[in-house]
């Protein structure tokens, strides 16, 4: 099997809050690789804290047990919700804190990938330019729109849109999504891991554009940002943290 190279760039931004609740992290061990991001909620601290959690102890699980399966993903993202969990009964403050959550996890030898997710943070996968596979949003707005009552074309102007039903820490009856088979990769496959503060502000068709444009991730990554400034600004809206991580897979023999 012909060797893979991953190239990546990530952006972490505040936005025009007065903290930044969005928090990324990766890790590389054994010819794995993992890719977090969390969105914290809850207020200024618990949001920290919780996203903070999620993303230092999924890293930390991923680098004592290094394993690509649905079931050591699981076993990340479970550990991320016990220390959140622990968090928020010892500390009255932080008890209404949660986090929303997108892992994804590849195998570079064998090239394939799994993911898991909850809340809204979205994982988008992209195959010759098109958008192959995006994550469904745990949120009221996504629910209205799978019962017919919305349109999913105007899902980021609704106004119940920032309203969750699942993330870590208030997880209710919900569980992680996680992909349960592996996805074998191609060479110029891509992948968007994006917290609503990014992808609020840039349209699917622009996310093909953009890709289809850029000569490497820090490009693509580049251009859709240029194109959520252009998109927020003629509102009167304020912009929310924003993070990303854009990472193209590549031949290492057509490097």
């Not at 076993?75 to 968090?87: D, K």
């Not at 919305?150 to 699942?166: E, G, K, M, S, V």
């Not at 854009?246 to 023999?253: G, K, M, Y």
Request: glycine share 6%.
């Amino acid at each position: 099997m012909m060797p893979m190279h991953l190239d990546t760039a990530y952006i972490n931004a505040i936005g025009d809050r007065q903290s930044n609740q969005d928090v990324l992290d990766s890790a590389f061990e054994d010819d794995l690789a993992c890719f977090v991001l969390a969105d914290g909620t809850g207020g200024h601290l618990g949001g920290e804290t919780a996203a903070n959690l999620v993303t230092a102890s999924i890293i930390a699980k991923f680098r004592k047990d290094a394993s690509f399966s649905a079931h050591a993903l699981r076993s990340y993202i479970e550990s991320a919700i016990q220390q959140v969990g622990q968090e928020k009964a010892s500390s009255a403050v932080q008890k209404n804190m949660s986090s929303t959550m997108a892992t994804l996890l590849i195998d570079i030898v064998n090239r394939c990938a799994l993911w898991a997710h909850l809340g809204d943070t979205r994982i988008y996968l992209l195959r010759q330019g098109k958008i192959l596979s995006v994550s469904k949003d745990h949120s009221l707005a996504q629910r209205m729109v799978d019962a017919g009552y919305a349109d999913y074309a105007a899902l980021r102007q609704h106004p119940h849109r920032n309203i969750l039903f699942a993330a870590v820490g208030a997880e209710g009856d919900i569980v992680p999504e996680v992909t349960l088979d592996a996805v074998a990769l191609q060479e110029g496959d891509a992948f968007l891991i994006c917290t609503d503060g990014f992808w609020e502000w840039v349209h699917e068709d622009q996310i093909e554009q953009s890709w289809l444009a850029s000569r490497n991730s820090e490009a693509w990554l580049k251009q859709m940002n240029t194109m959520a400034e252009k998109n927020i600004a003629n509102t009167d809206v304020s912009r929310d943290n924003f993070s990303a991580f854009a990472i193209c897979v590549r031949d290492t023999s057509a490097l």
